[in-house]
Every structure is written in structure tokens, then in C-alpha cells.
């Protein structure tokens, strides 16, 4: 690993970190428009991150990112300035931080609201034994929505806790931030820094000779100003026993320094730093427009994305159906934002509190109103339970959609969303819808609204789209209602069963092979008729899935030829191995861990219309 560069911006002075904090923001934009990546959350803490490691050790202290998409000057700060080129490639730097990669990055992340807790955690791990270190969480005003956060929050002052939490402030989660805590956040003013004023008071008095005799009256004063600057955000956290910094312009290095050294010293129980920050510091057009370039993607895609798919049809059907979507701060992934354009009312953005979400939704469908909740696949993951307590259980009709079902590429395992299939298949009385084409997956939102729902309804579908017109989709909406549909015959024998879009993403591939080929549009209910007709004695069976093999939908089909006594002749399982997938392009990491194209090629055969 090549020698830190943290040591060195310790001995420079602040035109000479000027320079540098420019050089990093151009070196983080070069990289992220070739390699793709988080651009707007990271030029907004190069200041932060320059101070922080002037006046705190990155090895001896304990720093933990939340959900570390702004890590990257950390990165490049602690060894890892030439790596950074291969930032998200395969093999390369990690876009999130990551124990494997680095010494430096005391916790890995990727999904949000997680560093508070992760703070404690060591702290009470290195209490056990008697050591002494700083701790500190960064976490921004988005991540700050997390139910985890208020969770952790809460037992600080009971657990005798002295992390130390550095809150950055851009008013700005990926879109503008939502709910109280961030109104109150927001409000707060830079020139309310209370410390600032009373330091400044302080210093008058002590220069003063008469200072020490009217110390008292003074002192009135003081208490009088606290009251005009004290600030909501500061009572809410004295409140709640943490000592409030602040606030601080995050992107003025000498004040940084000199609240960061507050925080250093402070010595009597948990701390909050609040910073004033803005997204995209330094690039005009990112500050100008931060939520398009908080993640830059530089494939130039002329595809329609699954998720424009999702916010246009919802767009043309809001009219005649009456309903409201959910949205855990991702209008804009999801392509709600689209649906919001009309239809404001019936968009909801609860922030990031997916468990909230999902058992919100359950109530409105009590209440009457058809709910639909909007969620990648792998941030359903943390509202498991209130799938099965407050959703399943109860069979509250509610439609969830699962974007980024499946691998989604560059930002690696902490998002691929490879487990929903086997988290989902256990639950009693639901249904897992997997659409095989964008007009499949307009066609369940149509029927499902048209015919409502019995049960509790998922629908995946993956990152990715296809070179096709809404206005077609919309023109060719028509209700559906086959579980499975036979793409092609061909073989008797060798009986191929894909699931969900793979059926699209690799056409080319089923039409190769000498198969019959069965796409499945639902992996619960399954389709029995096609499983008595095409699996028989003597068939080889293969079955490819953008999920986890374990608990996948080939379980069904084991289970299936296991309690109807079928001889097959063999059985392959694709799909992802009991491993974490690494970061990549889609295209890579499915040939290489999901498809394996050449595989099926060779155990299958092609076609004599191919030969
Ligand atoms: C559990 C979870 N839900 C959603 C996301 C998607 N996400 C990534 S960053 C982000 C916004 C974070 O905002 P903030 O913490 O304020 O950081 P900023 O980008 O503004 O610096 C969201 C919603 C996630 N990473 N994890
Ligand atoms: C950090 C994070 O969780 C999101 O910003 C995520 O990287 C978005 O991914 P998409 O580009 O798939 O919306
Ligand atoms: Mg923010």
C-alpha cells in the first residue's frame, strides 16, 4: 500500500489544502464519469475530511462513515490515491468502505443509518477492555432519518457513552430531505453558533479589566443571547443528554479544525458536531443540481429503465385508480418522481425507514386505500420482520415493488439485491410476481390495479431496462394472468426454466440453445400445469435465477420432482452461490456468476437453426 497522504496535510498550511482540496475534486470527478460513482456527496466533505485527519488520527481513532458513499476522500487520504482509479471496476476499489480493503475503514457500509450504532458498538467492545479511543460516526442529515439512528441515539447518555457524531448537514438527501428532524436541522442558521458568541464573550471579559467585577451582569447577557441563538436542533440533542457543536460551515477548514478540536477535548459524554454543508461543493453544476449528480452513471443508456417503466404507468393510471405509492428516499431510483410529476398527492417519501414503510402501507390498505410501497430489493432487507408481523400475518392486500432485484452492478454486494426470492418464498400467503420484459412488468401494475389484490404482492424486477417506447408499453397494457409462459419448444429433453427479466436480458442466449425454455413469471404461486407437462423421466433440468440459489426458486422445483418421484436424468441450479457476488458491470458480474452462458452452451448444445 503506498505511504498516506493524511500525514502530509498535517504540515500544510491552508493554501497549499486549497490546492489540494481542488486536485481531489477533480480527481474524484475525473474517476467517477469514467468508472461511475457518488459525486456530489463527496465534494461536499472534502473540507470535513481534510480537517478531521489534522486533528484526529484515522488509525488510532476510530472514524466511521455512514453509508460511506462520501468516503472516498477518506480513501484517497488513506493510502488508496493511485487504487482509487479502479473506484467500482471488478477488483478494484470499493465505492463504500470496506474491512477487507483497507485498515482504515473500521466499519464497511453501503446501506444507511448504521454508523451510530457501529460507534457504540466499539465503544463498548474496547471498554470491555479497559481502552481508551476516540470514536466517531459521520453520518449525513438523510442517513439521519433512520429509524437505527434514533435507536442508537437513545441509549448514548444511558450507556455512559462518549462517541463523538459529526453530522453533515446539506439539506439534501439523495432528494430534498423529508420529516421534522430535518426541518429542524434546516432551520438552524450559521450565525446561531452559540459557542462562537460565547467564546467571544469570554475572550472580551478576561482582556477586560474590569471584566472579573462585572462578570455577573455579563453573564445575563449571555443567557440572554443563548436564548435568541439557542437552536432547536441543540435542545433536541442536550435533551436527549449529547452535547451540541455548532453549527459549523462545514467547507471552512479553520473552523472545522477548531470544532473538531471541541469536540477532541470534550470529555463528558457523547457529543454532536452539527456542519453546514453543500452538496457539490466546488462543481457549479453539482451544487446547482445535486440530486442528479449525487451518483454519476456514464453509460449513456438510451434504454427505458424498469423504473421509468414503473413511474410512467403509474403516471398514465393514476387518473382512473386510486391510490398511494411509498418511497424510502428514492423518488428518483424508483422513478416515483415520475408519478410525482402529476400526481404529487399520491407520492409519499418517508425517508429512510423501509420497516416504517412497509407496515404504514399495510395501514392505509386497512383504511381503504390501495397502497403500493416502492423499495430496492436490498434495502427491503431490513423491514423483514414487518413483512411477516404486520403485513403477511394480518394478509394485508398491499403491493410491493422491488426495484434492483438481482445483481445491480457497480456499487457491489452491500446492493446487489440477491435475496429476496429466499426471504420472500418462506412467508406464508404471499405472492412473488417476476415480469419478464418491461411490457410484463407494466401489464402486472395494470392487472393488479384493475383486479386489486388478495394477498400481499411483491413484484422484482432488476436494474437494467430495454431500447423500447413507453408510449408502446402504454398503448399495449392488457390484463395477464399466466403464472409461466413457454417461451420456446425444442428439446423434450433438456427443459429450461429462467426466472423473472433474465428471460429479456438474454434472449439471444435461449434462442441458441437446443431447449425448451419456460419463463417464470411467478415464483409463488408456481405453475403446476407446466410442471407436470414438461418435467418428466429423463429431462435434464436447468433453472436460472438472479437470486441466491439457497432458498431460490429452484427449491420449488427440487421439491416438486422430490415428492412426485421423477426420475430426471440431471439438474443444474444457476444463480448466485452461497458467496457474496463482488462489485462489477451487470454485464460481467451476471455472465460470470449468474448465467454462465459458455457453461450452458456447452452442457446444453445450440440449435441446428443456430449451427
Ligand atoms: C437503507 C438505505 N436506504 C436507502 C439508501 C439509498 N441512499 C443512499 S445515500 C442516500 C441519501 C443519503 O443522504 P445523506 O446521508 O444526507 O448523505 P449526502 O449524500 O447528502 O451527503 C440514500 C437515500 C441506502 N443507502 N440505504
Ligand atoms: C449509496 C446508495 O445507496 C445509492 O446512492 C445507490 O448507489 C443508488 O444506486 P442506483 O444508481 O441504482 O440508484
Ligand atoms: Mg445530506
Known amino acids: 500500500m503506498e505511504n498516506p497522504l493524511y500525514h502530509k496535510i498535517r504540515e500544510m498550511d491552508y493554501e497549499e489544502l486549497e490546492s489540494l482540496a481542488n486536485k481531489i475534486r477533480n480527481y474524484i470527478y475525473e474517476t467517477v464519469t469514467k468508472n461511475t460513482g457518488h459525486l456530489a456527496s463527496n465534494l461536499g466533505v472534502v473540507e470535513l475530511t481534510l480537517a478531521l485527519y489534522r486533528i484526529f488520527d484515522p488509525k488510532e481513532d476510530i472514524v466511521i462513515w455512514d453509508t460511506s458513499h462520501q468516503a472516498y476522500i477518506h480513501k484517497l487520504l488513506t493510502g488508496r490515491w493511485e487504487a482509487f482509479k479502479t473506484l467500482r471496476q471488478k477488483n478494484g476499489i470499493s465505492g463504500f468502505t470496506n474491512i477487507f480493503e483497507s485498515e482504515y475503514d473500521y466499519f464497511g457500509a453501503g446501506h444507511a443509518g448504521t454508523s451510530i450504532s457501529a460507534a457504540l458498538g466499539y ?12 470514536i466517531i460516526a459521520i453520518i449525513g442529515d438523510g442517513a439521519f432519518t433512520s429509524g437505527m439512528v434514533l435507536e442508537s441515539l437513545n441509549q448514548l447518555k444511558s450507556l455512559h457513552s462518549k462517541i463523538k457524531i459529526i453530522l453533515v448537514n446539506n439539506e439534501m438527501s439523495i432528494s430534498e430531505n423529508v420529516g421534522a428532524i430535518a426541518k429542524i436541522l434546516n432551520k438552524v442558521r450559521l450565525s446561531n453558533d452559540y459557542y462562537a458568541i460565547k467564546e467571544k464573550i469570554k475572550d472580551t471579559l478576561e482582556s477586560s479589566e474590569v471584566g472579573q467585577d462585572i462578570e455577573h451582569t455579563l453573564k445575563k447577557i449571555r443567557d440572554g443571547i443563548k436564548h435568541t441563538v439557542y437552536n432547536e436542533a441543540m435542545s433536541i440533542f442536550e435533551g436527549m443528554g449529547i452535547k451540541y457543536y455548532g453549527p459549523v460551515d462545514g467547507h471552512d477548514i479553520k473552523s472545522l479544525e477548531k470544532y473538531l478540536r471541541f469536540i477532541k477535548n470534550y470529555d463528558d459524554g457523547p457529543c454532536i458536531l452539527h456542519l453546514k454543508t453543500i452538496k457539490g461543493k466546488g462543481m457549479d453544476f453539482a451544487e446547482e443540481n445535486p440530486t442528479k449528480y449525487h451518483g454519476v452513471s456514464n453509460k449513456k443508456s438510451e434504454k427505458l429503465s424498469y423504473s421509468k417503466v414503473v413511474g410512467n404507468v403509474l403516471k398514465e393510471l393514476g387518473e382512473k385508480y ?3 405509492s411509498f418511497t424510502a428516499a428514492m423518488e428518483e431510483g424508483t422513478g416515483l418522481n415520475i408519478l410525482k410529476s402529476r400526481y404529487p398527492e399520491k407520492v409519499i417519501d418517508m425517508g429512510i425507514t423501509e420497516p416504517s ?3 404504514a402501507a399495510g395501514a392505509t390498505r386497512l383504511a381503504g386505500t390501495f397502497a403500493i410501497v416502492d423499495i430496492y430489493s436490498s434495502f427491503m432487507q431490513r423491514a423483514f420482520d414487518s413483512i411477516i408481523h404486520d403485513i403477511a400475518l394480518q394478509k ?11 445483481i445491480v452492478g457497480e456499487d457491489g454486494p452491500t446492493h446487489h439485491g440477491v435475496f429476496d426470492i429466499s426471504y420472500l418464498r418462506l412467508v406464508p400467503d404471499i405472492e412473488i410476481l417476476t415480469p419478464l420484459n418491461a411490457q410484463d412488468l407494466a401489464n402486472m401494475l395494470y392487472t393488479v390495479l384493475e383486479n386489486d389484490l388478495e394477498k400481499p404482492t411483491f413484484i422484482r424486477f432488476p436494474r437494467g431496462g430495454e431500447y423500447i417506447d413507453i408510449k408502446d408499453i402504454i ?3 392488457e390484463l395477464v394472468d399466466e403464472k409461466w409462459k413457454v417461451i420456446k419448444e425444442e428439446s423434450k429433453e433438456n427443459i429450461v426454466f429462467v426466472v423473472g427479466q433474465l428471460i429479456e436480458e438474454y434472449k ?11 419463463g417464470v413469471r411467478s415464483v409463488k404461486p408456481i405453475d ?10 429423463n429431462t435434464n433440468i436447468f433453472i436460472v435465477e438472479e437470486n441466491a440459489i439457497k ?3 429452484n427449491e420449488e422445483i427440487k421439491t416438486y420432482i422430490i415428492k412426485n418421484k421423477i426420475n430426471i436424468d440431471s439438474l443444474v441450479e444457476l444463480g448466485a452461490n452461497d458467496e457474496f457476488i463482488p462489485q462489477g458491470t451487470r454485464k460481467e458480474l451476471l455472465d460470470e456468476y449468474i448465467v454462465k452462458p459458455e457453461y450452458l452452451r456447452e452442457k446444453i448444445g445450440i440449435t441446428h437453426k443456430t449451427k
Open 475 to 477: 398503448n399495449n397494457l
Open 123 to 134: 465503544e463498548i467492545g474496547f471498554k470491555n477492555q479497559n481502552i481508551d479511543k476516540n
Open 551 to 553: 432458498g431460490g426458486f
Open 322 to 324: 386510486n391510490f398511494v
Open 508 to 518: 439471444e442466449l435461449w434462442d441458441e440453445l437446443n431447449a425448451t425454455i419456460i
Open 396 to 406: 394485508i392486500p398491499v403491493l410491493y415493488l422491488l426495484d434492483r432485484a438481482g
Open 357 to 359: 414503510i412497509v407496515t
Open 528 to 537: 403446476e400445469g407446466i410442471l407436470k407437462e414438461y418435467i418428466k423421466d
